[in-house]
């Protein structure tokens, strides 16, 4: 009993825990409500419906992810003004990564917008307004990215939580009273504007003393360089955690499409309940290398606490398989133990691989981008060759999860060498 309150009292006074704990707890509500907006969308659309939306969905995270980019960098170098104690420089970064956001946004939407015939041809979707009301949403996500980088940056993690947790709760809300109402497909994917819009007035009320303060001009090298790598490593780790529900779309029948995204909602929970940890984490990394301390020791409680968490959910499917597969698709989808397993088990290593993605990015080491790459190349060559069912490409994911994993520990250990020489 002793031991235990020892060990309580320690993990209270670890703020990586307290931190990644609060993170966690936002997260779990964000994917609690993300699985109900998926639950309601699995029950109230016919299962075609459902395949195109959830396939719609998967491609609004990839393109979503390019808001990530936004978060990390802004985050990154808050968190440097932060240990400067340079209010002032703080707002004018805000200032300049929030102009960017927005044209980055406009760009991508126009383009996205040229490319929807090519995208609806491949995923075989024959509305292309559903494209276009999923892409307009990108100018407020990329805007409200930018603030929740500052919130990151200065670690106030209760409004970042609680503004991360609105969205999700505003979108399955919205998306079930406007599919209730008739209007299907479109009524799922017409939140993901409507949401952007209210987050960004609430997201700029957190933040409202940075916005106050006069702004003081600073050379910001570095930044345009830092953005363009870790562009490049969130929109890969995005692609490699999505990209086998939009290529089943593509290869698989309907059903068989339905199936793979099914054991999709599922198994994300892996990758989902631990990423607040992340989140938490990479701040506190990134002043920790700054100012000289020990930030491998951080990253190691934080991947601590990423591996427990995700054990926990793959322990829940196996003891309580059953009564989850027939409460949330009530035996709508021909899906098993073993697919959730390792569909989760995947999940795990992305999700630590998110953990040391932060981690590296904290610490200036963009290159990673360079495995996420890799591990992504892996994983889109697996399934174009190997896609004959559901079965088959979530296996495909589970050894593309291996590639990601395997050299970023790699990376790790040739870093913590160099680190304590």
């Given at each position: 009993?002793?031991?235990?309150?020892?060990?309580?009292?320690?993990?209270?006074?670890?703020?990586?825990?307290?931190h990644?704990a609060?993170?966690?707890?936002?997260?779990?509500?964000?994917?609690?409500?993300?699985?109900?907006?998926?639950?309601?969308?699995?029950?109230?659309?016919?299962?075609?419906?459902?395949?195109?939306?959830?396939?719609?969905?998967?491609?609004?995270?990839?393109?979503?992810?390019f808001?990530?980019?936004?978060?990390?960098?802004?985050?990154?170098?808050?968190s440097v003004?932060?240990?400067?104690?340079?209010?002032?420089?703080?707002?004018?970064?805000?200032?300049?990564?929030?102009?960017?956001?927005?044209?980055v946004?406009?760009?991508?939407?126009?383009?996205?917008?040229?490319?929807?015939?090519?995208?609806?041809?491949?995923?075989?979707?024959?509305?292309?307004?559903?494209?276009?009301?999923?892409?307009?949403?990108?100018?407020?996500?990329?805007?409200?990215?930018?603030?929740?980088?500052?919130?990151?940056?200065?670690?106030?993690?209760?409004?970042?939580?609680?503004?991360?947790?609105?969205?999700?709760?505003?979108?399955?809300?919205?998306?079930?009273?406007?599919?209730?109402?008739?209007?299907?497909?479109?009524?799922?994917?017409?939140?993901?504007?409507?949401?952007?819009?209210?987050?960004?007035?609430?997201?700029?009320?957190?933040?409202?003393?940075?916005?106050?303060?006069?702004?003081?001009?600073?050379?910001?090298?570095?930044?345009?360089s830092?953005?363009?790598?870790?562009?490049?490593?969130?929109?890969?780790?995005?692609?490699?955690?999505?990209?086998?529900?939009?290529?089943?779309?593509?290869?698989?029948?309907?059903?068989?499409?339905?199936?793979?995204?099914?054991?999709?909602?599922?198994?994300?929970?892996?990758?989902?309940?631990?990423?607040?940890?992340?989140?938490?984490?990479?701040?506190?990394?990134?002043?920790?290398?700054?100012s000289?301390?020990?930030?491998?020791?951080?990253?190691?409680?934080?991947?601590?606490?990423?591996?427990?968490?995700?054990?926990?959910?793959?322990?829940?499917?196996?003891?309580?398989?059953?009564?989850?597969?027939?409460?949330?698709?009530?035996?709508?989808?021909?899906?098993g133990?073993?697919?959730i397993?390792?569909?989760?088990?995947?999940?795990?290593?992305?999700?630590?691989?998110?953990?040391?993605?932060?981690?590296?990015?904290?610490?200036?080491?963009?290159?990673?981008?360079?495995?996420?790459?890799?591990?992504?190349?892996?994983?889109?060559?697996?399934?174009?060759?190997?896609?004959?069912?559901?079965?088959?490409?979530?296996?495909?994911?589970l050894?593309?999860?291996?590639?990601?994993?395997?050299?970023?520990?790699y990376?790790?250990?040739?870093?913590?060498?160099?680190?304590?020489?």
């Amino acid at each position: 009993m002793k031991d235990l309150s020892t060990l309580k009292r320690r993990i209270i006074a670890d703020e990586v825990a307290r931190h990644g704990a609060l993170m966690v707890l936002s997260g779990l509500l964000v994917g609690l409500f993300s699985y109900l907006y998926q639950f309601f969308m699995g029950v109230m659309l016919p299962v075609d419906q459902y395949g195109t939306l959830f396939s719609l969905i998967s491609l609004s995270m990839i393109v979503a992810m390019f808001t990530q980019t936004f978060q990390t960098s802004t985050s990154r170098f808050v968190s440097v003004q932060k240990i400067e104690g340079s209010a002032g420089q703080v707002k004018y970064l805000w200032m300049s990564a929030l102009r960017r956001s927005i044209l980055v946004g406009l760009l991508l939407f126009l383009l996205l917008a040229l490319a929807t015939p090519l995208l609806a041809s491949f995923l075989k979707i024959d509305n292309r307004w559903y494209f276009i009301i999923l892409f307009s949403s990108l100018v407020f996500s990329m805007a409200i990215s930018v603030n929740q980088g500052v919130l990151q940056g200065l670690q106030r993690f209760v409004p970042l939580g609680f503004t991360q947790v609105l969205g999700s709760f505003l979108k399955f809300a919205l998306g079930i009273l406007l599919v209730y109402v008739g209007l299907g497909v479109s009524g799922g994917l017409l939140p993901f504007l409507v949401v952007g819009v209210g987050l960004l007035a609430v997201s700029l009320f957190f933040i409202s003393d940075v916005v106050r303060t006069t702004s003081q001009k600073y050379d910001l090298a570095g930044l345009s360089s830092y953005t363009g790598w870790t562009l490049f490593a969130v929109f890969a780790f995005a692609m490699v955690t999505n990209i086998d529900v939009i290529l089943a779309k593509h290869y698989l029948s309907p059903d068989g499409a339905g199936d793979l995204c099914a054991i999709s909602v599922l198994g994300r929970m892996a990758l989902y309940a631990p990423m607040g940890i992340g989140v938490a984490m990479f701040p506190k990394t990134s002043e920790l290398f700054e100012s000289g301390g020990d930030a491998p020791k951080v990253l190691g409680r934080a991947g601590l606490y990423t591996l427990l968490l995700g054990a926990m959910v793959i322990i829940a499917y196996c003891l309580l398989s059953p009564f989850i597969i027939d409460f949330v698709f009530d035996e709508k989808y021909d899906i098993g133990l073993v697919d959730i397993v390792k569909y989760s088990s995947a999940m795990l290593l992305f999700s630590l691989s998110f953990l040391l993605m932060n981690y590296f990015l904290s610490m200036n080491q963009t290159r990673v981008a360079l495995v996420l790459g890799f591990a992504l190349a892996v994983e889109v060559v697996l399934v174009i060759l190997f896609h004959s069912s559901a079965v088959q490409i979530v296996d495909m994911v589970l050894i593309s999860g291996v590639a990601c994993l395997c050299p970023m520990l790699y990376m790790y250990w040739r870093n913590r060498r160099r680190y304590q020489s």
